[in-house]
């Protein structure tokens, strides 16, 4: 049996407190493909490398059984807030 997204979910929600996290499976149920948006402050002062490794070092007992993680984002709360105000519809002038 593989991962499931739960225990992605609590694997990253215990260890980097996500202020986000949307983790989705992939490998269309066995577990061993995952996708994964999180907002963290720890990824503050942080580059996209960093982030994406201190991702795999939270999910390390995980990583043993996953084959595929596609880390989609990896923002601090700003930059998230940021992203969602540049996406909101703007209202007709």
Do not use: A, N
């Given at each position: 049996m593989g991962?499931?997204?739960e225990q992605?979910?609590?694997s990253l929600t215990?260890?980097?407190k996500p202020s986000h996290l949307e983790v989705i499976d992939t490998s269309g149920g066995c577990g061993a493909s995952f996708a994964v948006e999180i907002v963290s402050e720890q990824f503050e002062g942080k580059r996209?490398?960093?982030r994406?490794?201190?991702v795999n070092a939270a999910l390390e007992e995980e990583m043993k059984q996953i084959h595929a993680l596609s880390?989609?984002?990896a923002q601090t709360p700003e930059q998230w807030k940021q992203q969602q105000e540049a996406e909101k519809p703007k209202p007709d002038a």
């Open positions: 991962v499931t997204k992605v979910e609590s215990s260890k980097l996209l490398l960093e994406h490794r201190i880390i989609k984002k």
